[in-house]
């Protein structure tokens, strides 16, 4: 939903989870996470944790989106696979500051559904991290894509 009421974390899982589901801390969001069968050291991208991409329709790690620099504030942890996510349909439309890519390498765009310029695609390939967004990127992602 648009409202976050509160919460610091959403995970959206189409391929497990009907509707986004949201926490107040990573740890409740990474305990979900492993709730739900997926490979729970996957959870930190950071770590690179030697996750690798499940075939089908999920990755075996999220994309995060954190809406502070360095990996602060509230964040948008995605893992569906082959469509484009629309941000604002999670209140997180151009609030992208800071991102970590899981097993699966993402798309980042001005507009929705992929529209308008595209954030440079051989910086988010899978495990990378930037802990700010290159210039004239901060706050302006208003749509994801995970391959």
Same mark, same amino acid.
């Given at each position: 939903?648009?409202?976050?009421?509160?919460?610091?974390?959403?995970?959206?899982?189409?391929?497990?989870?009907?509707?986004?589901?949201?926490?107040?801390?990573?740890?409740?969001?990474?305990?979900?996470?492993? %709730?739900? @069968?997926? *490979?729970?050291?996957?959870?930190?991208?950071?770590? &690179?944790?030697? $996750?690798?991409?499940? #075939?089908?329709?999920?990755?075996?790690?999220?994309?995060?989106?954190?809406?502070?620099?360095?990996?602060?504030?509230?964040?948008?942890?995605?893992?569906?696979?082959?469509?484009?996510?629309?941000?604002? %349909?999670? @209140?997180? *439309?151009?609030?992208?500051?800071?991102?970590?890519? &899981?097993?699966? $390498?993402?798309?980042? #765009?001005?507009?929705?559904?992929?529209?308008?310029?595209?954030?440079?695609?051989?910086?988010?390939?899978?495990?990378?991290?930037?802990?700010?967004?290159?210039?004239?990127?901060?706050?302006?992602?208003?749509?994801?894509?995970?391959?």
């Amino acid at each position: 939903s648009a409202s976050w009421e509160g919460a610091q974390v959403c995970l959206v899982a189409p391929a497990v989870l009907d509707t986004a589901e949201c926490y107040g801390t990573e740890s409740e969001a990474a305990e979900r996470f492993t %709730a739900l @069968g997926l *490979d729970a050291g996957s959870a930190a991208a950071i770590d &690179g944790g030697g $996750a690798v991409a499940l #075939a089908g329709s999920y990755c075996s790690s999220y994309l995060k989106l954190y809406d502070g620099t360095w990996y602060s504030g509230q964040s948008l942890w995605l893992s569906g696979r082959w469509s484009w996510y629309n941000l604002s %349909a999670y @209140g997180f *439309d151009q609030k992208t500051s800071s991102f970590q890519v &899981g097993a699966c $390498a993402a798309y980042f #765009a001005d507009f929705v559904d992929g529209g308008g310029a595209w954030y440079p695609t051989n910086l988010t390939q899978a495990y990378d991290v930037g802990p700010a967004m290159n210039t004239g990127w901060n706050n302006d992602v208003s749509s994801v894509y995970l391959t």
